[in-house]
Every structure is written in structure tokens, then in C-alpha cells.
T-cell receptor, first 108, second 115 residues
Framework: KNEVEQSPQNLTAQEGEFITINCSYS?????LHWLQQHPGGGIVSLFM???GKKKHGRLIATINIQEKHSSLHITASHPRDSAVYIC??????????FGQGTRLTINP | DADVTQTPRNRITKTGKRIMLECSQT?????MYWYRQDPGLGLRLIYY???????NKGEISDGYSVSRQAQAKFSLSLESAIPNQTALYFC??????????????FGPGTRLTVL
């Protein structure tokens, strides 16, 4: 069993829909990262969080440490949100363990 | 200009060839990483370096070697490339400061194909 599991693996939705991507992990962590990988391959960091909730524009990330679970939400989704979203957990000082990613497609 | 650059961006080579992938950063970060990404799998750590004199193996270091020539440069070598090393390779950097969340900044990736 992978230490980090994301669901769903693929998600297709219509523009404007509310999107939720889930991440569950099985180990103790010091922080959790959400990353976005563009169709061209580049990876950018969206959020780092160790508790609670963070919001940036239409993106919201939450984490429940007790349940070892995090969610990434996108409100009013747009075709430009189409990308692969990756959850990664930080174990120890620097080790990151990555989920397999969720491929999101938003249709106009 | 990009803070983390990788060269080449694409490379096609043959089995048995020696290949070097290069990574440079202008962020002034101490820590640098090499990852590979395969379809359907998460990124996996190959090697990491916390400073010029510190090199550490990651989870999949076999068949790879690295060189930290300077704080800003971290190279990944495939001594004798094999087809299952075909993948997308990413370099990343992070700060080491106290109290910093140690966000990692990724390069654009190098797509390597070994025939």
C-alpha cells in the first residue's frame, strides 16, 4: 500500500463546478503539500499546510491530522484549472513522499 | 528568467550511453534534489544534497550518480543508460532556514528517452 493515496485518479467536470480532490496518508508527517503539474510538465507549489485550512483565490486546502486526510477544493472551476494535482507529505526534515496525482479536466 | 533551470529539456539516447542532466538555480538555496516521474506513479527521489559537501541517496539511486559542483549546480548522471530509465526527470531546490516551511521549487523537467 502506498504511503500517500489520492482519489480520484481522474476527474472530468464542467466549467463552474465545485471540485474536490482527496489525499490520505498512512504515516506521521510534519507538513503536507499540494502541487499542480501543468500539461507542459512544469510543477508549481500551491499550498503547504500542517493544520487547518488555507485559501488562495479559488483554491482551498484543508487537512485533518487526526484522520490523516487532506482535501483540495476548487470553486467555480475553469478550463485553465485542467492539470494534474499532486499531494505530497513531508516526513522528517526534508523527505517528500508523493501521491500518484489526480488528473483534472474541466470542459467549457 | 526561471529560478530553476534544467538542461537539456528533451533527450533521446541509446542503451549503454552515458548521459548527464544538469540543474542550475538562482534562488540561493542550499538544498537540491533529483526526482523521476513515471506515468501512473508519484515522483520518486533519486538523490538529494543539503549542501556542496553533502550527497545522499534517495529511494531509487541505483544506476544513477550525482555531482554538486557548486551551491547552484547539481548534475545527475546515468553511467550506462537503460530503457527503464526512460522518464521525466525533475530537479528541485529548497531553503534550509529555521522556521521555513521548506517549500520545494521545481525545474521544468527533462524528458529522457532511452532506446
Amino acid at each position: 500500500k502506498n504511503e500517500v493515496e489520492q482519489s480520484p485518479q481522474n476527474l472530468t467536470a464542467q466549467e463552474g463546478e465545485f471540485i474536490t480532490i482527496n489525499c490520505s496518508y498512512s504515516v506521521g508527517i510534519s507538513a503536507l503539500h499540494w502541487l499542480q503539474q501543468h500539461p507542459g510538465g512544469g510543477i508549481v507549489s500551491l499550498f503547504m499546510l500542517s493544520s487547518g485550512k488555507k485559501k488562495h483565490g479559488r483554491l482551498i486546502a484543508t487537512i485533518n491530522i487526526q484522520e490523516k486526510h487532506s482535501s483540495l477544493h476548487i470553486t467555480a472551476s475553469h478550463p485553465r484549472d485542467s492539470a494534474v494535482y499532486i499531494c505530497a507529505v513531508r516526513i522528517g526534515a526534508q523527505k517528500l513522499v508523493f501521491g500518484q496525482g489526480t488528473r483534472l479536466t474541466i470542459n467549457p | 528568467d526561471a529560478d530553476v533551470t534544467q538542461t537539456p529539456r528533451n533527450r533521446i539516447t541509446k542503451t549503454g550511453k552515458r548521459i548527464m542532466l544538469e540543474c542550475s538555480q538562482t534562488k540561493g538555496h542550499d538544498r537540491m534534489y533529483w526526482y523521476r516521474q513515471d506515468p501512473g506513479l508519484g515522483l520518486r527521489l533519486i538523490y538529494y544534497s543539503f549542501d556542496v559537501k553533502d550527497i545522499n541517496k534517495g529511494e531509487i539511486s541505483d544506476g544513477y550518480s550525482v555531482s554538486r559542483q557548486a551551491q547552484a549546480k547539481f548534475s545527475l548522471s546515468l553511467e550506462s543508460a537503460i530503457p527503464n530509465q526512460t522518464a521525466l526527470y525533475f530537479c528541485a531546490t529548497s531553503d534550509s532556514g529555521q522556521g521555513v516551511y521548506n517549500e520545494q521549487f521545481f525545474g521544468p523537467g527533462t524528458r529522457l528517452t532511452v532506446l
